[in-house]
Nanobody, 121 residues
Framework: QVQLVESGGGLVQPGGSLRLSCAAS????????MVWYRQVPGKQRELVAR???????NYVDDVKGRFTISRDNAKKTAYLQMNTLKPEDTAVYYC???????????????WGQGTQVTVSS
């Protein structure tokens, strides 16, 4: 079945950077939008960034100017470059593949296991 594997998380100081990766297998990668979510204990899952098959990107306001989502279709991998990290960015980050139908996106059950990002001094 489809498998997504996140990696790249870790412990960094405020102001630091991390680059998360989401590698896909058994997926027609080019047909899907790739989406990064994050979740902290006791809070709802939050959509962080999305990139569609045409390269159009969207970001939650809190990360605009700091995070960049990208994709490498040949490698079937999506990335999230996170700069100027803040303690508020601490969360488990997950990737998801979403179907694109026109302007609409439909999340699938294709999820990775998550990678922990901790921003602390």
């Amino acid at each position: 079945q489809v498998q997504l594997v996140e990696s790249g998380g870790g412990l960094v100081q405020p102001g630091g950077s991390l680059r998360l990766s989401c590698a896909a297998s058994r997926l027609i990668f080019n047909d899907f939008a790739m989406v990064w979510y994050r979740q902290v204990p006791g809070k709802q899952r939050e959509l962080v960034a999305r990139i569609n098959s045409g390269g159009t990107t969207n970001y939650v306001d809190d990360v605009k100017g700091r995070f960049t989502i990208s994709r490498d279709n040949a490698k079937k991998t999506a990335y999230l470059q996170m700069n100027t990290l803040k303690p508020e960015d601490t969360a488990v980050y997950y990737c998801n593949a979403a179907l694109e139908i026109g302007r609409f996106y439909f999340g699938t059950e294709y999820w990775g296991q998550g990678t922990q990002v901790t921003v602390s001094s």
